[in-house]
């Protein structure tokens, strides 16, 4: 590895990483096009798909460590929320990873373009009132956060990610959880969903240890950053920049399909 591309790969850990840490989602979706589109242009050594989606695996599991420690003081995190949801999530990516062998990879794409799809619309949906309730006081329906999360889980097992960008609106818009709580539980639910992902990529050989080791680096650094930034920026702004990041996403998965 020379220094320009270890300069590369560790700007896009570190771009990715602080977009993780302050809109509370593992931040793949952004960092796999980029891992697997910007080494090349610059000359550089081009990764494979599986190999981006290894060092991306082992990325996400840090950088979402390094976003709930930034989150921890401060009433943040409900745990509540973290145990049903994350207990669920990971219950149904291992369903979803599973099943996945039985569908074409047509199928695969249409589930993940679906639930994209919904996940865009319902970050349009005006939030009112959730970010006027006490963080100690937040209320939810707690078999239905587990229920929803369960399906999640089984979709983003079905396609190989984390989920956290389906996560985020239906713990905005169905559960009424505030915004901030939403971004750090979101985080360390995240990061439950990608300890499966991230021992599948290793035990199966998917990860480059070089790359992958710069990437966490920058994660360590710029996860926690982004946090702090996150707890700063008013609320209204995060759902905006939210809302737009999961609406390219959406877009981005259809134009794959078709």
Wanted: overall charge positive; cysteine-free; glycine content about 12%.
């Amino acid at each position: 590895m020379d220094m320009a591309f270890i300069i590369t790969i560790f700007l896009i850990g570190f771009v990715g990483s602080y977009i993780s840490g302050m809109l509370g989602i593992g931040g793949s979706i952004i960092k796999y096009p980029m891992l697997l589109y910007i080494p090349p242009l610059f000359g550089l050594a081009a990764f494979s798909a599986h190999e981006v989606s290894g060092i991306s695996a082992v990325q996400v599991f840090f950088a979402t460590i390094g976003g709930v420690w930034a989150y921890r003081k401060g009433g943040y995190l409900n745990r509540t929320l973290i145990t049903y949801m994350g207990a669920s999530i990971l219950i149904g990516s291992f369903i979803g990873g599973y099943g996945s062998k039985l569908m074409s990879e047509g199928g695969i794409n249409l589930i993940y373009g679906i639930l994209a799809l919904i996940a865009a619309v319902m970050m349009f949906i005006p939030k009112k009132g959730i970010d006027d309730i006490p963080l100690d006081q937040v209320k939810f329906n707690k078999w239905l956060s587990a229920i929803l999360a369960l399906i999640v889980g089984v979709g983003a097992g079905i396609v190989g990610a984390a989920g956290a960008f389906l996560l985020v609106p239906i713990m905005l818009v169905v559960l009424k959880i505030p915004t901030r709580m939403t971004i750090a539980s979101s985080l360390a639910i995240t990061f439950i969903s990608s300890i499966g992902a991230t021992v599948g990529k290793i035990t199966t050989g998917q990860v480059d240890y070089g790359p992958a080791a710069i990437m966490v680096i920058a994660s360590l650094i710029a996860s926690p950053l982004g946090a702090i930034a996150g707890k700063k920026i008013n609320t209204k702004v995060l759902q905006v920049i939210l809302a737009l990041l999961i609406f390219v996403t959406a877009i981005k998965i259809w134009m794959d399909i078709i």
